[in-house]
Each structure stands twice: as C-alpha cells, then as structure tokens.
C-alpha cells in the first residue's frame, strides 16, 4: 500500500489573514463619504495620500523582507556543492562539501513531492559531510517518464519506483569519493519505497522514514529504522508506534528500541507542532536524521540544521505583499467595473455549481496523463461559460482585457513567486512534456478564472459575494466526487492546491484588479496561473 497523502503545503497562511489584508487594500479603492462641509474632492485627495503612504511603508517592509530571506536561504547552501546527476531519465541533485568523501544519503520524496521538497534534509546531511543526493520520481518534478503500472498492488508502481531507486543508488555509489553503504530518507510514499528497498539490499546502513505508512515493516526488518511524524499526524503516529513495539511491546513514542538477539534498532520520533509537510522542516526532524545516520556510521556532527520552512514561508509572503505596492505603478483604472445585481450574481453563481456536476456526470474521457486533469478541464472550461453566459444575459457588459495589467500580474505570479517556490521549495518550472498539460487546462482555467474574476469585480466585491463565488465552486467540485467517488477521489486532493491558489494568487490578482479596473486583464492572468499551477503540481500517470 502506498499510503498515499497530499495536504496543504506549510507555506499556506490562515484565510483569516488574507482577510485582514485585502480589508487593508481595499482600501486604495473605496471612497469615503465626505464629512458635511468639506468638498469630496479635498477628502478624496487626502484618502489617496493616506493610502499611497500606507502602499509605500508595506513596500519598505516588503523589500528587505524579501532580501533577508534570500540571503538566510542562499546561506544554508553556501559552501556546498549543488550539482545535477542523470541516472537514465531520472534526474538527480548532488548536495556536498567540495572535497567531501565518505558514506551518501539518498532522500525520496513523497506523492505529488519533488527534490526541492526534500531539500531541508539535503542541506543538513552535507553540511554534516554526507554526500546527500535527491532525485525526481516517475511522473514527478523534472522527470519526463510517467508513472506506470497499478498504483493499487505492490507488483505494480511500487514495484518500478524501488527499482528506480535501486538505480539511483548504483549511480551514488558510482560517485567520487563515496565509500560504502549508504543511507535512505522517505517521504510519505517513498517511506515505503525505501524500506522495501533497504529489506531487500545490504548496502543500506540505515533507513529515516518521515510520515511512514508501509507494510513491508516487521519486527526484524529495516534492522535500523527511524521513523519521523509530524505531532498533527495523528494515524500515522499510531502506525510509527506499532512499528516500534513489534520491537519492544512497552516502547513509547520518542524512545528507542532494541532487540539484540535480531540486532533490530528502532525509534519513533513525534516533531511538535507540525503536519505532513512541516515534517519536512522541523528542526527536530533534521537533528534526529542527522543522529540517526552518524550513529549507523559512528560520525558525530554538530551545529545547527537546515530549517529552512520558515524563511521560505516569509519569503513568498512577502513577494505576496509586494503586489500592492508595485500594483500602484499600474495606471490608474477610470471608474469601478460593472456590478451585477444580486439576480445576476446569484444566478451566475448557482446555475453553473449545479449543472456543471450533472452534466458532466456522465462524460467519461482520458486523454492527458494526470489524474482526472480531463475532468477538471473539462468542470472548469463548462463552469466558466455557464457563469459568462448567464452575466451575459443579464446584462453585464464585460469589457477588453488590458495588456500591461496582465504581464504584471503574470510576472507576479509565475516569475517572482514562482522562480522563488520552484528554488526553494516545490517543483514550479515544468518540463517539456508538461506543457500540452498546462495548455489544455488552460482552456477550462481562462474562462472559469474570467468568470470569477467578474463576479467579484476584480476583487472590488463585498466580501460576501466573494467568499459566496469560491465556496460555491468548491460545492460544485464536491457535488462531482460524491457523484463518482471511486473516478474523482483525486479531486480531493487537488482542493487544497486550488484553496491556495485562490489565498496567494487570489490576493495578489485582487491587488492589481482593483487598480487596473479590468477584472477580464485579471481573470485571464490568474487563468493562465492556475493552468500553470495545475499542470506542474500533480504527478504524470500513464493510460
């Protein structure tokens, strides 16, 4: 079983903030009733000095935010060598001091992850000495060769992802200056993949199995076996302790156990505070891998870990606050786009909720190699045009998209935060492969993002038509897993990506509509974003 798991990233920030914050610039476009006596246009005058003050100050804040996060994550990589490795169509990423030599650490992401993912780990084995090396799975990050076989049975695509990375392995300890066994780091999925991999190799030294699910465990096999869970995890706790009391039956989270008859060693960690994802940056996580793989290679390293989660969180927040300032160089719109009346609104908003599930009910199609990709094309694209066309006979009139707005607003969204997310945290940069993907989303994503982006007038709305446009959207999508459960489970795990995508790049598209005017410039940008972010997050599955 692949214990396969997706849940909202730890750069996610609380609705409840973005809330506060579009609150905040809002106010750049309402106009406040003038007090009795004084001229509307003094008290406009005086507002819009208020609020270019307020723009300024959040963009000197911004700045050196964004600069010090930089500078705290080039430094966790500073001194190192960070190299690419191809084995075959697998590409890899080797993390080492210069001249380092000694045993290798090769870390595997899990379900939907990529090496970027895993980097946290990565840093702080090299820099304790390891020559740590990452690499893509089938269908995930850079690698161009989908996944294959049945995701359901261990003879299937659990069977080709530890033969991959069986093949990884023989490319590390091809290395100059690896010397011996090495040791393995999974993830979620590749928990499994690397504990199957270590009970069937003896070149595997230790195993650290972060969120674990696997039953390829037993009470003799890994024979050195440490597993990480984040304190939020709460099955998969209970999976980590009956692993380690197949050992000791009286052992307790955050002890070690240890049968010398078998010379099995293992140990269950709980990371306070943290999730599947945060797992992956907690310090105690990275300071417990590091002991575990010294003590498997009697080393003893020191100093402090890579937890980079942080400095990544600030860092894409603050590219996420800098979108009100710089949307301030944008000319300045003539007047506030066209609101629908509450008839219209809610009729845009419901019938589409409705009959977009019903509809496609039956529709039954596979042409792109992503789970269900076709289908949430496909509810988008039918979605959208339900939406525009019931605007439409309404009455509204939807305007010309603007230029300058939307290549702002793209080079936001998938140059700044993008570049920074695909450095530093998650593959964002697609391969060549992936661009038919982006391409076809792209066709439901544009009219359904112009659609919503009218609805809520470029982010002018009142805040419950907003909220009342998104959650009708979700209903819908929920509506069509209920529908076909066993054919769309995989859109509950798109959700997540989709809720995020409407709190960063929600906020960020609000910004520049409410100064450009032009919901359709803002609708088209955030369409082309969220067909990006679609087609380069989930992972390629062959037919």
């Known amino acids: 079983m692949l214990g396969l798991r997706r849940v909202a990233s730890p750069l996610t920030f609380h609705a409840k903030e973005q809330l506060s914050l579009e609150r905040l610039f809002l106010r750049s476009s309402d106009q406040a009733k003038p007090p009795i006596g004084v001229p509307f246009g003094e008290t406009r005058a005086a507002g819009d000095l ?44 080797v993390y080492r001091y210069p001249d380092a030599a000694g045993p290798a650490v090769v870390i595997a992401h899990g379900f939907a992850g990529s090496r970027q993912l895993m980097e946290a780990f990565a840093l702080t084995l090299a820099r304790a000495g390891y020559i740590a090396v990452s690499f893509d799975f089938q269908g995930h990050g850079r690698n161009p ?75 003799d096999t890994p024979a050195r076996l440490l597993i990480v869970t984040g304190a939020w995890e709460r099955h998969l706790r209970s999976v980590a302790l009956e692993s380690l009391r197949l050992v000791d039956p009286q052992a307790e989270e955050n002890e070690t156990a240890e049968n010398r008859a078998t010379g099995t060693l293992r140990r269950a960690v709980v990371a306070p505070d943290v999730e599947h994802v945060g797992v992956l940056y907690s310090p105690t996580s990275l300071q417990e891998a590091r002991r575990w793989i010294d003590d498997a290679f009697g080393r003893e390293s020191s100093g402090p870990v890579a937890a980079t989660g942080p400095w990544i969180a600030l860092l894409l927040v603050g590219i996420v606050l800098l979108a009100w300032p710089l949307s301030g160089l944008l000319p300045e719109g003539s007047g506030r786009p066209e609101t629908s009346t509450q008839r219209a609104f809610l009729l845009a908003v419901l019938l589409p909720a409705v009959l977009t599930p019903l509809v496609l009910y039956p529709v039954s ?29 309404c009455g509204m009139r939807f305007g010309r998209p603007l230029l300058l707005p939307t290549v702002v607003l793209l080079a936001l969204g998938l140059g700044a935060f993008g570049l920074a997310l695909d450095r530093y945290a998650a593959s964002f940069v697609p391969h060549a492969g992936r661009i038919p993907i982006v391409l076809a989303i792209a066709l439901g994503a544009v009219p ?44 509950l795990i798109i959700l997540p990506v989709i809720l995020l995508f409407f709190l960063v790049f929600g906020l960020m598209g609000g910004c520049v509509g409410r100064r450009s005017g032009s919901p359709v410039s803002t609708g088209l940008a955030l369409g082309l974003i969220l067909a990006w972010a679609l087609g380069v997050s989930f992972p390629l599955i062959a037919a």
């Open 50 to 93: 208020e609020i270019s003050r307020v723009r300024m100050l959040i963009g000197v804040l911004a700045v050196p935010l964004i600069a010090l996060c930089v500078w705290q994550l080039e430094s966790a990589r500073r001194g190192l060598s960070i190299a690419p490795l191809n084995v075959g169509d697998t590409p890899a990423t």
């Open 365 to 393: 199609m596979r042409v792109l190699p992503v789970l269900v990709a076709d289908y949430l094309a496909l509810h988008l694209l039918l979605y959208g045009l339900i939406a525009l066309a019931t605007l439409r006979k």
């Open 145 to 219: 060769v989908p996944m294959s076989g049945d995701v359901t049975r261990i003879e299937g695509t659990t069977k080709r992802l530890v033969a991959e990375t069986a093949s990884v392995i023989e490319a590390v300890l091809g290395l100059e200056g690896v010397t011996g066994p090495v040791a393995l780091v999974g993830h979620s999925m590749a928990s499994d993949i690397v504990i199957r991999l270590a009970n069937a190799e003896e070149r595997v030294a230790a195993v650290v199995a972060v969120s674990m699910y696997s039953e390829a465990v037993t009470a």
């Open 448 to 491: 359904f993002m112009i659609a919503d982006s009218l609805l809520t007038e470029g982010g002018r709305a009142k805040l419950w038509r907003r909220l009342s446009a998104r959650a009708a959207f979700f209903g819908s999508l929920g509506v069509a897993v209920a529908l076909d459960f066993e054919g769309l489970f995989f859109l």
